[in-house]
């Protein structure tokens, strides 16, 4: 079986997008260039940013941001509310303020290129 450890996602200003996600996810790049950013979240996955001007092969299509989503897991609800007001506060645009799904109690904001980072605590978590 693969076990995928890295998720990066083509953005338009790494230096902007490194910024954001520095704060937002209180964490340092271990890598940082003009071009890109590599954050070491836990020991077994790696986060990146990579200037989509820098890719190679270049990326091709008619999508110049956004499209893809992060899913990022929390312990309980409390935590969901939490995190939302410290994001709406940061003034991150918000997507779907806090509503339960099926899968569990969520929200979505979205970083400067428009990709969806998403917070639930899944369905059965208080």
């Known amino acids: 079986m693969l ?3 890295l998720v990066i996602l083509y953005v338009n200003d790494a230096r902007r997008s490194t910024d954001f996600y520095t704060g937002l996810l209180d964490c340092v790049p271990v890598e940082a260039t003009e071009h890109f950013a590599l954050f070491a979240l836990n020991p077994a996955f790696r986060f990146g940013v990579w200037s989509r001007s820098d890719v ?3 990326v091709s299509g008619t999508q110049s941001s956004g499209g893809g989503e ?5 312990a309980d609800v409390a935590q969901v509310d939490a995190l939302y007001a410290d994001w709406s506060a940061r003034q991150i645009a918000v997507a779907q303020v806090p ?4 899968f569990g109690y969520t929200f979505t904001v979205l970083d400067p290129d428009g990709h969806r980072l998403r917070i639930y605590a899944p369905s059965g978590a208080n």
Do not use: G
């Open 56 to 58: 190679q092969p270049k």
């Open 3 to 5: 076990n995928p450890n």
């Open 99 to 102: 509503v339960m799904m099926e």
């Open 70 to 74: 992060i899913a990022i897991p929390v």
